[in-house]
Each structure stands twice: as structure tokens, then as C-alpha cells.
């Protein structure tokens, strides 16, 4: 019952292609309004363009507290790279700003993919959400102005060849990036292609993971549709602590979880110093930050105590 009065927790989307992370949150504020919930706090866990597709954490209630840690989480992604060609935006939505007649096999990238895994310096698209100087790097792209944006440390976890092939005499390959936080996958293909002695651009990109969200936990938007049709809401509803299994849980007793909820310090704790997350009983209390044996809250979770 509580769920449905007040829903805390995640819908992980498989965001289609052509739909922006901002009409994503916007589609699940309409079926909730539409399944009666009201109004509900609802936020997302990392943009994805609208071009690409794959899984999109939507936080509702409390777990939009936990938004951020998302977006610092690592990502998977599937890419296909167009060799040949390149445009301004680095993928289809843009036009063409170089050609190159090389042609590039299969075993070449392989072999340079190699040179991309560790901490790399990258330069980000021109056609990026980063600001320059109060404004948003695409909007002075698409007015015509040089973007220049200085490159930045990522780090390229695992980058995997899947497979290779040719449209006449245009080749594509596709890979697997396992990738930290603010790492571009379209400029990664450019550099790729750089890096092969030619140009090229993303054709498909499909995220297989944010944080410890995959497509097995992922909806369609007709399943999440179904939600303002009367589906219940528990179908497709991770609970918040999903979003934490990347971390250990610190079970507090009953004077424990009332000092957390005050906000005030756990001392004397027998724990490795780092993030954790604080419960009582099966409820989520805070993020807490562990140091000397002196546990912080980071941010605290208004949940209840028991299901209703």
C-alpha cells in the first residue's frame, strides 16, 4: 500500500531510440499522474542521447537522492563505428566534415584497440551538454560558433571487438566499452578512427549498463505505458536499496537507526573505512561515510518504518 501512496525506488528503462532522457522522466511523471500517485519526485540516472538507446535508471521518491552516485557509476555500452566518414555531431545526426578513402579491416582494429584501455585523454564532441561560459557546448555548435573543449581523464575499463563488416566498400565494426563516468563513446569512435589513420562516426549506440542496472532489469516504454493503464506499479518498481548493491550495508540496532535519523554520529564502529549504507531491518536509512571507526551520514533516506 505505502508504494502505491508514495513510490520510492527505480524503473530502469529501455530507453528507445528518439527519445530524450528528458521525455523518458516526463513519460513516467504522465503514468504515474495517470495510475493516480499524484505528484512524485522523479529523476534520472545519466543522459543518454537521443540516438541511442538501452538502459536509462528513472529514480522516483527518495531514491532520486541517489541520482548522482548514478551518474559516477561505470557504464557499459555497445557501439558500431562507420569508417570513412565523419560528421560534426559524431554520429548520424550530423553533417559530413571529412572522408577518408582508406579502408580498414577487421584485424587492424583489434589490434589498435589495445592503445584505448586505461586512463585516457579525451577530448569531448563540440555537440556535448558540457558548458562554455554559461552555455551549452551544442548550442554554440549548432549556432555556427567554434567549440573548443579541453580533453579530460577517463578511464576505459575493457573495450571489447565484437564483430566487423562491409557495406560495399564502407566498413563498420562494432564494440563493447566498459567505461567510467564522463567518458564519450562518440568521441572514443573518433579517436578509433583517428588512431586507424582514417575518420568515422557512431551509427548505433546501445547502453548494456549503468551502475548495477543492466537490460535484464530494464522495461519497455509499452510496459511502462501499461503502468497509467492500471498495471500495477510493484511490476516493474525496483526497490531504492537497488541502487547500493555496489556497496556493503551496515545494520544498525533500534538506538543506532534513531541516532542516524537525527543525523548524528555513529562512533566506534569496527568496519574498513568507506562509503556504506545504513538499515534497519530491511529499511534503508542513509548513506553513510565511514572513517577511524566514525560513521557520517551523507544522505538520509525518509522512509518508513515498516510496509503498510
Not at 32 to 53: M, W
Not at 204 to 210: D, K, S, T
Request: hydrophobic content about 45%; overall charge negative.
Amino acid at each position: 500500500m505505502s508504494t502505491q501512496l508514495s513510490p520510492n525506488g527505480w524503473i530502469i528503462l529501455d530507453k528507445p531510440i528518439e527519445l530524450g532522457s528528458t521525455q523518458a522522466v516526463a513519460a513516467v511523471k504522465r503514468n504515474l499522474r495517470q495510475a493516480g500517485l499524484g505528484k512524485v519526485k522523479v529523476g534520472h540516472g545519466g543522459t543518454l542521447d537521443p540516438l541511442a538507446s538501452g538502459v536509462l535508471p528513472i529514480a522516483l521518491g527518495e531514491a532520486t537522492k541517489l541520482c548522482g552516485r548514478m551518474l559516477d557509476s561505470d557504464k557499459i555500452y555497445d557501439f558500431t563505428i562507420c569508417f570513412g566518414t565523419e560528421t560534426d555531431t559524431l554520429d548520424l545526426e550530423g553533417k559530413i566534415v571529412a572522408r577518408s578513402d582508406r579502408f580498414i579491416e577487421g584485424a587492424e582494429v583489434e589490434d589498435v584497440l589495445i592503445e584505448f584501455i586505461g586512463e585516457i585523454e579525451q577530448a569531448p564532441p563540440a555537440y556535448s551538454a558540457l558548458m562554455v561560459d554559461g552555455r551549452r557546448a551544442y548550442d554554440l555548435a549548432r549556432a555556427g560558433e567554434a567549440v573548443s573543449l579541453p580533453k579530460r581523464s577517463v578511464t576505459i575499463h575493457n573495450l571489447d571487438y565484437v564483430v566487423w563488416w562491409q557495406d560495399g566498400l564502407v566498413p563498420f565494426v562494432t564494440l563493447r566499452a566498459h567505461v567510467s563516468k564522463g567518458t564519450y563513446i562518440r568521441s572514443l569512435a573518433r579517436d578509433i578512427a583517428h588512431a586507424l589513420g582514417t575518420v568515422g562516426y557512431v551509427t548505433m549506440l546501445r547502453r548494456l549498463r549503468a551502475g548495477p542496472f543492466d537490460l535484464s532489469h530494464a522495461i519497455s516504454l509499452d510496459n511502462l505505458n501499461e503502468i497509467g493503464k492500471g498495471a500495477p506499479l510493484e511490476n516493474v518498481l525496483l526497490p531504492l536499496e537497488a541502487g547500493l548493491v555496489d556497496i556493503p550495508a551496515l545494520d544498525l540496532g533500534p538506538e543506532q537507526a534513531r541516532a542516524v535519523r537525527q543525523g548524528r554520529v555513529l562512533a566506534g564502529l569496527a568496519y574498513d573505512d568507506g562509503l556504506y549504507w545504513a538499515r534497519s531491518g530491511r529499511v534503508p536509512l542513509a548513506l553513510m561515510e565511514l572513517s577511524g571507526g566514525d560513521a557520517r551520514v551523507v544522505r538520509g533516506f525518509n522512509l518508513p518504518d515498516v510496509a503498510e
